[in-house]
């Protein structure tokens, strides 16, 4: 299983972008997709999630900005980000739950400038 994500750039604060995360391979019954992000020095933290069934969650402090959307038919997961901020700063990781185990991609850096 392959997972490859993309949509990462350099964008002023305010600006947008929107990731997306193509899995590939063989994969049984995907049930969560969801991005995490690390910032230089500090752990990686959840984002935002979407479930098989359409139930979404987001951190709190991008509630309101990011919307986090996917294709079941093309096993993709995309995450608009909206308003970013400088603290948005961060490599995004996607990631996989699926019936056949858990897995990452290997991220895309987003770097928001102030």
């Known amino acids: 299983v392959q997972l490859v994500e993309s949509g990462g750039g350099l964008v002023q604060a305010g600006g947008s972008l929107r990731l997306s995360c193509a899995a590939s391979?063989?994969?049984?019954?995907?049930?969560?997709m969801g991005w995490y992000r690390q910032a230089p020095g500090k752990a990686r933290e959840l984002v935002a999630v979407t479930t098989s069934s359409g139930g979404t969650n987001y951190a709190d402090s991008v509630k309101g900005r990011f919307t986090i959307s996917r294709d079941n038919a093309k096993n993709t997961a995309y995450l608009q980000m909206n308003s970013l901020k400088f603290e948005d700063t961060a490599v995004y990781y996607c990631?996989?739950?699926?019936?056949?185990?858990?897995?990452w991609g290997k991220g895309t850096l987003v770097t928001v400038s102030s």
């Open positions: 990631h996989v739950l699926s019936l056949g185990g858990a897995y």
């Open positions: 391979g063989t994969i049984f019954s995907i049930n969560v």
